[in-house]
């Protein structure tokens, strides 16, 4: 009965009936009852009147199935009967469609909500206009850019229903249309395309909307392989897409249009557009990669663990992790920054649980495990952690090749390839670099822990592709031989024997069989390096450390820039590691190699610059230092030193004859070098450099003192410009020398008062009247140097000399330096050292100063920690806690005390709550410290205050001092209640005891306070900051390899 109540189409369908049927159909009843659905849906399709029913069923359905049905239908008769309905029926249908697509699109729930019936109603209306459009209805465009002007959501629609007929027209057409409406339909988009265009690009300028903005892409994307060129490449278009994409939202939608500009061939017209639309997109890419290492980084750094739960998300993990090693290859420097610093957290992490397997609860806890303590247990964590380190394996292998590919350079290299590829030598140090070179260190010696045998492989087979030419570039074996040489002392000795042999055979044959001048200096400069970083290595192996001596040597010969900079740094690096080596007769040897070296010393320094040979005279020294046997120590020093004693002879000599020859510019410069020379040499040698000295001394001092007394007549002759003249600075540099050699040799030599009493006494004139004689501009700040390093050396057996000393520099000295903050500053720290010297070593001579010298004394001590230069604060603060404490045990402690504690208690606040002193904290605390502990000690037996000015008598120094405390605080920090002000004094008393306690009490005073409060207060943490720099350091140690052998002061393991 249904059944044939819906066959009727002479009247209305039955709507309700219909959905029911159709209910049916999609329904889960039996399966008579789909099939008997089906076979009335069927019947109803194939009527050639059901059509007319279309209208009806959509607007009274309450099915969307049901509706899909209508329109199935609809879809069939447009298809294959349109053109032939008569045209109020044609007519009647398409304003009916548009209407609704209309209505349902211009409200914002309703077309969300029949999102999937508006999409079908579109494609019917794509449908109808391909027969209708563009002859029977021309006003298409016109219309619908009208309506997507009106709304928001009909705008977005509007753009579906473009993008529909461009696919529709151009992409799946064949077949459906004849050639000709193809070519009719193309044609009338292309006329009819500006209107679109301004559309397009009025929603991407105007609109906020993402929705829109996003339909708007894919519409352009459907229109931009067919539309006419000037619509890109001649109106903002170009540019509008380009700021899309760096927006997440719109970045693929963008890709796909920018793409389809790309994929556009016509020729050479518009290639300016093009390149700046690449040059552009290559900005925004690398900021969009930034964002992706952003991305990865930060999600493995605190979900990593989440990714190794299942076998899907560890295929998504590694997944990850490869684009994350393609993102670290990528040139951009900020980028790998961001690589680098997730990639070193990782292999901690890894290293760090397998370096920690003995110890379960540190690695547990280390890996964020709740693990409890029972027996068995570090089997299980040792499984979990190999199993991890298996799961990472491959990627750290890649990794390995990363860093190697990518390391940065190490501070030791002197030789670059500059911008426009020359290899040149460094003049300036890169800061970045260096810290990026010390966290790719880091990381790699972690990597060839985790796998020695996986990081040699790696090194080996690209070293193997550099020999045979397969990868051969200046940047890849620097990169390679930097690596290499990075991870020293990570490896077994063994391994590592093995591992250097074949580096270092390699390395030699490559600068055998490579041509070229600039190709020699890389190589050069790889070789120095790899082998300056391995000490143990050569210490065991005599015949590879000849031969990379001599290929140093060799080097010195070399004239290209840097390379003998770098070979002498690396012969000096190597000797101070194995200098034994060279003092005994080897294997096969008929002399030590010391001697076979002296015998050819010219020959091999002949091409040196002066300030080469001097290392190279510093290395030899070291060599002859490790010489027991004293009379051949004396015959390799007399070799050493033939050529500058030569020199020296004859110009002392022939001054003998005429002092004017001194006076030669050529032979000043002589006698700075030989000079020069001698320094390097005590410097090594330390105190068996005494015969040298000995034999050049006296005539050394009598070359000072003419010097001297000339520069003296050139500036009283010609003003204080003088100083400035290139002649006056040379006699200088000679005077300096002078003093830096007598100030190494008795600085490094053994504590021999014979020493001193041979060589103090006679510089007395020569050297110290001479500095209280002239005038300030030629006074040599190396004196007050010289003599605070003798002081130090011979400490209470210069105490008779200190008033002659204090004397010759103190008053002058003050003059010069108390003007101001800025002149002479190479002056004011030393005279605060040789201050410190005298307080430390000869506290008796200070002692015996008058009231009115010790003033004198107290005041530049107390000018010194105001200075905001941090040095010279630092060294003030010294000396005065020296001052203090042996003040406390002298006889003098109340005199002193009296004329000075009130005083020093202000000057030490006003610096400690000056922000600009903020380094001086830590000592700053320990003068409070000894102060407060002073005044409740009983160490002082008569009062601090004048009795005559103070009326009311204390009844003791401690309750004197905390008035005087809180009255000055108060006076500092008005904006600080007196209630406060007093609680923080009286904890000052309170936890005196207790530096610890004591320290933070009175931070803490100081962050409260308004000028700390707003400002970075690192520096009052400087301690604790250094207490964690030593833990790390200490951890450092325990992992080999991660401090560089070259850092480590080791006493000598090569004899």
Same mark, same amino acid.
């Given at each position: 009965?249904a059944?044939?109540?819906?066959r009727?189409?002479?009247?209305?369908?039955?709507?309700?009936?219909?959905d029911?049927?159709?209910?049916a159909?999609?329904?889960t009843?039996?399966?008579?009852?789909?099939?008997?659905?089906?076979?009335?849906?069927? *019947?109803?399709?194939?009527?050639?009147?059901?059509?007319?029913q279309v209208?009806?069923?959509l607007?009274s359905? =309450?099915?969307?199935?049901?509706k899909? +049905?209508?329109l199935q239908?609809?879809?069939g008769?447009?298809?294959y009967?349109?053109?032939?309905?008569p045209v109020?029926?044609r007519?009647?249908?398409?304003?009916?469609?548009?209407?609704?697509?209309?209505?349902?699109s211009?409200?914002?729930?309703?077309?969300?909500? *029949?999102?999937?019936?508006v999409?079908?109603?579109?494609?019917?209306?794509?449908?109808?206009?391909?027969?209708?459009?563009?002859?029977?209805?021309?006003s298409?465009?016109?219309d619908?850019v009208?309506?997507?002007k009106?709304s928001e959501?009909i705008?977005e629609?509007?753009?579906?229903?473009?993008?529909?007929l461009?696919?529709?027209?151009?992409?799946?057409?064949?077949?459906?249309?004849?050639?000709?409406?193809?070519?009719? $339909?193309?044609q009338?988009?292309?006329?009819?395309?500006?209107?679109?265009?301004?559309?397009?690009?009025?929603?991407?300028? #105007?609109?906020q909307?993402?929705?829109?903005?996003?339909?708007?892409?894919?519409?352009l994307h459907a229109?931009?392989?067919?539309?006419?060129?000037?619509?890109?490449?001649? /109106?903002p278009?170009?540019e509008?897409?380009?700021?899309? !994409?760096?927006v997440p939202?719109?970045?693929n939608?963008?890709l796909?249009?920018?793409?389809?500009?790309?994929?556009?061939?016509f020729?050479?017209?518009?290639?300016?557009?093009?390149?700046?639309?690449?040059?552009?997109?290559?900005?925004?890419?690398q900021?969009?990669?930034?964002?992706?290492?952003?991305?990865?980084t930060?999600?493995?750094?605190?979900?990593?663990?989440?990714?190794?739960?299942?076998?899907e998300?560890?295929?998504?993990?590694?997944?990850?992790?490869?684009?994350?090693l393609?993102?670290s290859?990528?040139?951009?420097?900020?980028?790998?920054?961001?690589?680098?610093?997730y990639?070193?957290?990782?292999?901690?992490?890894?290293f760090e649980?397998?370096?920690?397997?003995? /110890?379960?609860?540190?690695?547990?806890?280390?890996m964020?495990?709740?693990?409890?303590?029972?027996?068995g247990i570090?089997?299980?964590?040792?499984?979990?952690?190999?199993?991890?380190?298996?799961?990472?394996?491959?990627?750290?292998?890649?990794?390995?090749?990363?860093m190697?590919s990518?390391?940065?350079?190490?501070?030791?290299v002197?030789?670059?390839?500059?911008?426009?590829?020359?290899?040149?030598?460094?003049?300036?140090k890169?800061?970045?670099?260096?810290?990026?070179?010390?966290?790719m260190? *880091?990381?790699?010696?972690?990597?060839s822990?985790?796998?020695?045998?996986?990081?040699?492989?790696q090194?080996?087979?690209?070293?193997?592709?550099?020999?045979n030419?397969?990868?051969?570039?200046?940047?890849n074996?620097?990169?390679?031989?930097?690596?290499?040489?990075s991870?020293s002392?990570?490896?077994?000795?063994d391994?590592?024997?093995?591992?250097?042999?074949?580096?270092?055979?390699d390395?030699?044959?490559?600068c055998?069989?490579?041509?070229?001048?600039?190709?020699?200096?890389?190589? #050069?400069?790889?070789?120095?390096?790899?082998?300056?970083?391995?000490?143990?290595f050569?210490?065991?192996?005599?015949?590879? $450390?000849?031969?990379?001596?001599?290929? $140093?040597?060799? !080097?010195?010969?070399?004239t290209?820039?840097?390379? =003998?900079d770098?070979a002498?740094?690396?012969?000096?690096?190597i000797?101070?590691?194995?200098?034994?080596?060279?003092v005994?007769?080897?294997?096969?040897?008929?002399?030590?190699?010391?001697?076979?070296l002296?015998?050819?010393?010219?020959?091999?320094?002949q091409?040196?610059?002066p300030?080469?040979i001097?290392?190279?005279?510093?290395?030899?020294?070291?060599?002859?230092?490790?010489?027991?046997e004293?009379?051949?120590?004396?015959?390799?020093?007399q070799r050493?030193?033939d050529?500058?004693?030569q020199k020296?002879t004859?110009?002392i000599?022939?001054?003998?004859g005429?002092?004017d020859?001194?006076?030669?510019?050529?032979?000043?410069?002589t006698?700075?070098?030989?000079l =020069?020379?001698n320094?390097?040499?005590? /410097?090594?040698?330390?105190?068996?450099?005494l015969s040298q000295?000995?034999l050049?001394?006296?005539d050394?001092?009598?070359v000072?003192?003419?010097y001297?007394?000339?520069?003296?007549?050139?500036?009283?002759e010609?003003?204080?410009?003088?100083?400035?003249?290139?002649?006056?600075?040379l006699?200088?540099?000679?005077k300096?020398?002078?003093?830096?050699?007598?100030?190494?040799?008795?600085?490094?030599?053994?504590?021999?008062?014979?020493?001193?009493?041979?060589?103090?006494?006679p510089?007395m004139?020569?050297?110290?009247?001479?500095?209280a004689r002239? $005038?300030?501009?030629a006074? *040599?700040?190396?004196?007050?140097?010289l003599?605070?390093t003798?002081?130090?050396?011979?400490k209470?057996?210069?105490?008779v000399?200190?008033p002659?000393?204090f004397? #010759?520099? !103190?008053?002058?000295t003050?003059?010069?330096?108390?003007?101001?903050?800025e002149d002479y500053?190479?002056?004011?720290?030393?005279f +605060?050292?040789?201050?410190r010297a005298i307080?430390t070593h000869?506290?008796?001579?200070?002692?015996?100063l008058?009231?009115?010298?010790?003033k004198l004394?107290?005041?530049?001590?107390?000018?010194? +920690?105001r200075?905001?230069e941090r040095?010279?604060?630092?060294?003030?603060?010294?000396l005065?806690?020296?001052?203090l404490?042996?003040f406390?045990?002298?006889?003098?402690?109340n005199?002193?005390?009296?004329?000075?504690f009130v005083?020093?208690?202000?000057?030490?606040?006003?610096v400690?709550?000056?922000? +600009?002193?903020?380094?001086? !904290?830590?000592?700053?605390v320990?003068v409070?410290?000894h102060?407060f502990?002073l005044v409740?000690?009983?160490?002082?037996?008569?009062?601090?205050w004048?009795?005559s000015?103070?009326?009311?008598?204390?009844?003791?120094?401690?309750?004197?001092?905390?008035?005087?405390?809180?009255?000055?605080l108060?006076?500092?920090?008005p904006n600080?209640?007196?209630?406060?002000?007093?609680?923080?004094?009286?904890?000052l008393?309170? /936890?005196?005891?207790?530096?610890?306690?004591?320290?933070?009490?009175?931070?803490d005073f100081?962050?409260?306070?308004k000028?700390?409060?707003?400002? %970075?207060n690192?520096?009052?943490?400087?301690?604790?900051?250094a207490?964690e720099?030593?833990r790390?350091?200490?951890?450092?140690?325990?992992?080999p390899?991660?401090?560089?052998?070259?850092?480590?002061?080791d006493?000598?393991v %090569?004899?």
């Amino acid at each position: 009965m249904a059944a044939e109540k819906l066959r009727d189409l002479s009247q209305p369908i039955d709507v309700a009936l219909l959905d029911a049927t159709v209910a049916a159909f999609y329904g889960t009843g039996s399966k008579d009852e789909r099939t008997a659905a089906d076979h009335i849906l069927r *019947e109803l399709q194939n009527n050639p009147d059901m059509w007319l029913q279309v209208v009806h069923i959509l607007s009274s359905a =309450q099915s969307l199935n049901t509706k899909f +049905f209508a329109l199935q239908v609809l879809e069939g008769v447009i298809k294959y009967r349109w053109n032939v309905l008569p045209v109020e029926q044609r007519d009647g249908m398409k304003n009916y469609i548009s209407d609704v697509i209309v209505k349902l699109s211009s409200n914002e729930g309703s077309f969300r909500q *029949e999102r999937l019936y508006v999409n079908k109603l579109n494609i019917i209306l794509v449908q109808i206009l391909k027969h209708e459009w563009p002859a029977r209805w021309r006003s298409f465009i016109p219309d619908l850019v009208a309506a997507a002007k009106t709304s928001e959501t009909i705008c977005e629609n509007c753009m579906a229903i473009l993008k529909l007929l461009s696919e529709e027209v151009f992409d799946f057409s064949r077949g459906e249309m004849t050639q000709q409406k193809i070519k009719e $339909l193309k044609q009338s988009l292309n006329s009819e395309f500006q209107l679109i265009h301004e559309l397009c690009l009025y929603v991407l300028s #105007a609109s906020q909307r993402t929705e829109l903005i996003r339909a708007t892409l894919a519409t352009l994307h459907a229109f931009l392989s067919w539309i006419p060129l000037g619509y890109i490449f001649e /109106s903002p278009l170009l540019e509008t897409l380009l700021k899309f !994409f760096p927006v997440p939202s719109y970045r693929n939608l963008t890709l796909q249009c920018l793409t389809e500009v790309a994929a556009l061939n016509f020729g050479d017209f518009y290639n300016l557009q093009y390149v700046k639309m690449y040059n552009i997109f290559m900005v925004q890419l690398q900021a969009f990669i930034q964002n992706l290492a952003l991305f990865f980084t930060s999600f493995y750094k605190f979900h990593i663990r989440v990714l190794e739960s299942t076998q899907e998300n560890i295929a998504a993990l590694l997944m990850g992790l490869e684009y994350l090693l393609s993102i670290s290859y990528v040139d951009d420097t900020e980028v790998f920054k961001v690589c680098l610093d997730y990639w070193n957290s990782l292999v901690l992490e890894l290293f760090e649980a397998n370096h920690n397997l003995d /110890s379960p609860a540190a690695t547990a806890n280390m890996m964020g495990l709740q693990i409890p303590m029972i027996p068995g247990i570090a089997d299980g964590l040792g499984t979990q952690l190999i199993q991890r380190r298996q799961l990472y394996a491959g990627s750290m292998s890649k990794l390995r090749l990363l860093m190697v590919s990518r390391m940065a350079k190490p501070e030791e290299v002197l030789i670059v390839e500059d911008e426009n590829g020359n290899i040149v030598r460094e003049t300036l140090k890169d800061n970045d670099v260096l810290v990026q070179y010390k966290i790719m260190r *880091e990381t790699l010696i972690y990597l060839s822990h985790l796998d020695h045998d996986d990081t040699e492989k790696q090194m080996l087979k690209k070293l193997s592709k550099q020999l045979n030419g397969e990868d051969w570039t200046w940047n890849n074996l620097n990169t390679l031989c930097w690596a290499i040489g990075s991870i020293s002392g990570s490896m077994m000795e063994d391994q590592e024997n093995r591992f250097l042999v074949m580096v270092i055979r390699d390395l030699l044959n490559l600068c055998e069989i490579t041509k070229g001048k600039d190709n020699k200096a890389v190589i #050069a400069s790889n070789i120095m390096y790899v082998v300056g970083q391995y000490p143990r290595f050569l210490r065991a192996h005599w015949k590879f $450390l000849k031969t990379v001596v001599n290929k $140093l040597f060799e !080097f010195m010969h070399e004239t290209h820039p840097g390379v =003998q900079d770098m070979a002498c740094d690396t012969f000096l690096k190597i000797v101070q590691k194995c200098k034994r080596k060279f003092v005994i007769v080897q294997v096969g040897e008929s002399e030590p190699f010391v001697s076979e070296l002296l015998t050819s010393l010219p020959t091999t320094i002949q091409d040196l610059e002066p300030h080469q040979i001097h290392t190279f005279y510093e290395s030899v020294g070291y060599m002859i230092q490790a010489e027991s046997e004293i009379s051949k120590r004396e015959e390799y020093l007399q070799r050493l030193m033939d050529l500058p004693n030569q020199k020296w002879t004859e110009i002392i000599g022939r001054a003998r004859g005429s002092v004017d020859f001194l006076k030669d510019q050529d032979v000043i410069r002589t006698v700075l070098n030989i000079l =020069q020379t001698n320094t390097s040499a005590a /410097s090594a040698l330390g105190t068996h450099f005494l015969s040298q000295i000995t034999l050049i001394f006296l005539d050394m001092l009598n070359v000072y003192k003419m010097y001297s007394e000339l520069i003296s007549s050139r500036i009283a002759e010609g003003g204080p410009y003088t100083s400035r003249t290139s002649y006056v600075k040379l006699l200088r540099s000679v005077k300096k020398e002078t003093l830096k050699l007598i100030e190494t040799f008795l600085d490094k030599a053994e504590d021999q008062p014979q020493i001193g009493r041979q060589f103090v006494p006679p510089m007395m004139d020569p050297v110290l009247a001479d500095y209280a004689r002239n $005038l300030p501009d030629a006074r *040599e700040s190396e004196v007050l140097s010289l003599f605070a390093t003798i002081i130090n050396k011979y400490k209470g057996a210069m105490i008779v000399d200190v008033p002659r000393i204090f004397e #010759a520099v !103190f008053q002058c000295t003050l003059e010069m330096i108390t003007k101001n903050f800025e002149d002479y500053p190479e002056h004011r720290l030393k005279f +605060f050292s040789l201050l410190r010297a005298i307080a430390t070593h000869c506290f008796r001579a200070l002692i015996l100063l008058s009231p009115e010298q010790l003033k004198l004394v107290m005041d530049s001590v107390m000018w010194a +920690f105001r200075h905001t230069e941090r040095n010279i604060a630092e060294t003030g603060l010294n000396l005065l806690l020296e001052m203090l404490k042996n003040f406390q045990g002298s006889e003098f402690c109340n005199q002193f005390y009296r004329s000075y504690f009130v005083l020093i208690v202000q000057e030490i606040f006003a610096v400690l709550t000056d922000t +600009f002193h903020k380094p001086g !904290f830590k000592l700053h605390v320990l003068v409070l410290q000894h102060l407060f502990c002073l005044v409740e000690s009983g160490s002082l037996t008569e009062p601090l205050w004048d009795a005559s000015t103070v009326p009311y008598p204390y009844p003791n120094n401690g309750v004197f001092v905390r008035e005087c405390t809180i009255k000055l605080l108060s006076g500092s920090f008005p904006n600080i209640p007196a209630s406060e002000v007093t609680k923080f004094v009286n904890g000052l008393f309170e /936890s005196r005891a207790d530096l610890s306690i004591f320290k933070n009490h009175i931070r803490d005073f100081l962050v409260q306070s308004k000028e700390f409060s707003a400002q %970075d207060n690192k520096d009052l943490y400087a301690e604790e900051a250094a207490a964690e720099k030593e833990r790390e350091r200490q951890r450092m140690l325990s992992i080999p390899g991660l401090i560089a052998p070259n850092e480590i002061q080791d006493e000598m393991v %090569d004899s």
